[in-house]
């Protein structure tokens, strides 16, 4: 596939990611956190509905995948090659760093039983071990992770948060190269 087979192809799914259900809907990030004497610690949060996540899914993990055509830091770096307008690459290059930055934390530094949970290793956790794959690694350290219903609540919130802005991030880059293509400002 060639890069401009690669760049098109990134565009329509991210167009599947906007069109979907999930994303009409919107994704909730607000949570509250409470002390109760007698129950401890509870965390509500408004979840997404099980088949849209899932069903979003499906083409979201696309782009975060390694070896995908439209693997996410793959596009960006051949948007960074390939664009010759300097304010595109330099908007490309501050909303991947901003981008960079979000999939490490929310503002919320999450530590279970010595374990940092990044927004990404969430994700990444919980794609590996829970929505498409059943490594016994992952599916164990999951289990361990999430033996408690506040920690399993704070690794699922670590996970919606990753979402939102990655998803944010995948539609910025389309539109950006949406632009690019507009005005051939590509370098092909």
Not at 76 to 93: G, P, V, Y
Request: aromatic share 10%; hydrophobic share 40%; with cysteine.
């Amino acid at each position: 596939m060639d890069t401009l087979e690669k760049l098109k192809l990134f565009r329509e799914k991210a167009e599947e990611l906007r069109k979907s259900r999930l994303l009409k809907k919107g994704i909730n990030l607000e949570f509250s956190i409470t002390w109760n004497q007698t129950k401890g610690i509870l965390i509500e949060t408004e979840k997404p509905d099980e088949e849209d996540l899932r069903s979003y899914l499906l083409t979201f993990r696309q782009f975060i995948a390694e070896g995908e055509p439209i693997y996410l830091p793959h596009i960006c770096n051949l948007c960074f090659q390939k664009i010759t307008n300097e304010d595109l690459r330099t908007r490309l290059n501050e909303a991947r760093e901003a981008w960079k930055q979000e999939r490490r934390s929310d503002g919320i530094g999450v530590n279970l039983w010595g374990q940092d949970i990044t927004p990404e290793i969430a994700t990444k956790l919980l794609i590996n071990a829970h929505y498409f794959h059943s490594d016994p690694d992952r599916i164990a350290l999951l289990k361990e992770l999430s033996r408690l219903d506040f920690t399993k609540e704070l690794i699922n919130d670590q996970f919606r948060y990753y979402l939102v802005a990655t998803t944010k991030f995948i539609l910025y880059i389309s539109n950006i190269i949406g632009i690019a293509m507009e005005k051939e400002l590509f370098n092909l």
